[in-house]
């Protein structure tokens, strides 16, 4: 793996409002062991040797943002992100214009994963070049139960075949735009990345990540976070 040679730019949108978790800032400035989880991810992130640079996409009026230029030697780039995460994933994309071609692959990571592993983007990058169209995903392993408005059981799904979509996601430059694009002429919600390639006739390889990738959502995350990042330290 150490082999693969590549200096991707990185779109983290970060400018979601974190209503599930609550508190008085939105997640992303969480402190998790003393430290932003905004942090935690962009430093892993630009200590992997792959990464050329990131954009953080930043709400409206962001005023937790402490103006950070560059992490590690590599720019740490921000522009305003929109109402909705695909809208600041697309804000992020334009605003790299200068800084990438067409061709070019770049990745997406949520700014709420900061457990993210430098061996899993490898693996990412590694199979996800070569295949064109690639995320991080972990395949479903408990059983499935499709409820009824109750929340009674009414019938248990496959789980063959199925994985849960992770980032980072990787994707060609102007193939990602154009997906996202299309998405939202369309009015089309997309919750990921892949959900906009998939749409336009792509077919992105699911590379297995580490659970412990995991989305800090709630509550109980951040001190499950805390627990994961401190065990990789
Ligand atoms: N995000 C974003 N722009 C938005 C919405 C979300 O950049 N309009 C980002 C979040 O900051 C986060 C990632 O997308 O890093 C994943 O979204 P999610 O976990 O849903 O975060 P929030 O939308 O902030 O949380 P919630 O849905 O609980 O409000
Ligand atoms: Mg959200």
Partial sequence: MA??????????????????????KPKQYHPIAGKPMLLHTLERLASHPCIAGLIVTLAAGDTHWSALHELGGKPVLTTNGGDERSDSVLAGLRALRDHVRDSDFVLVHDAAR??????????????????????????????????DDTNHAIATEPREARW???????????????????????RVAVTDEAMAMERAGHKPLLVEGSED?????????????????????
């Fill in 3 to 24: 082999s693969i040679e590549a200096a991707l730019w990185c779109v983290v949108p970060a400018a979601g409002r974190g209503t599930r978790v609550g508190g008085d």
């Fill in 114 to 147: 900061p457990c993210v592993r430098a061996d899993d983007i490898s693996r990412l990058i590694a199979q996800g070049i070569p295949a064109g169209a690639a995320l991080l995903a972990a395949p479903v392993r408990d059983t499935l139960k499709r409820a």
């Fill in 164 to 186: 849960r979509a992770l980032t980072p996601q990787l994707f060609r430059y102007a193939e990602l735009i154009a997906a996202l694009e299309s998405a939202h002429l369309a």
């Fill in 213 to 233: 990738n995991i989305k800090v959502t709630t509550p109980a995350d951040i001190a499950l976070a805390e627990f994961l990042l401190s065990r990789m330290q």
